[in-house]
């Protein structure tokens, strides 16, 4: 059985939409794959409660890694790595992961470490995404799912959606009509992934 670790910060909806994906497909039977662990950096996310509220939770291991108990960002990467490999993963998955990465974390995961970003890449990286691109006068948003490389939200794109941008938007309104495409081309990237 191959493994995927999921990392979240927050609310992590497009993990949820990730574990019902495994489900729903059977991606145990049908892809030989399984969630083997989901782990935050937040004590407060409420992703965590939203596993612990939906799945038989013992199949899928959850864990809490503070980055605030650690005293450099190397420090916490490391931590966190080890965390992570004792669940031999085949992929981690970003997901909602609010944290910069270290180059010896992303070179370790290399080919095997993705995300989902809330812009139409290489279009507007890094944070405040909707918003620029409303400012912008963008008449489409979206978001990307691609290969983390040491850049920041840069890396091979895997997948993408498209959403208008409508008159009058504002910044909330258009991240959730960019989250609800989040939550289909997120799993279906996954799933990809192990498809032969
Ligand atoms: C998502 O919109 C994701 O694209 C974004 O954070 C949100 C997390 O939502 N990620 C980034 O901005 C990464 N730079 P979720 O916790 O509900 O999945």
Redo the contacts with the bound molecule.
Sequence with gaps: MKNIVIL??????????IVQAAEKDSWEKSLGVRVAAVISNKQN?S?LSWLHANTNSSKIHTEVLEHTQFATREAFDAALMSRIDEHAPDLVV?????RILTPAFVTHYAGRLI????SLLPAF???N?HQRAIDAGCKFAG?TVHQVTSE??HGQILAQAVVPVLQGDTAEAL?AR??TQ??LI?PAAVAAFFKP
């Design positions: 979240i910060s927050g609310t992590g909806s497009n993990m949820a939409a996310a992703g970003l997901a909602g992961f609010m995300n989902i970003h809330p990286a890094g944070l995404t978001a920041l939200d991240a960019v989250l989040e939550h997120y």
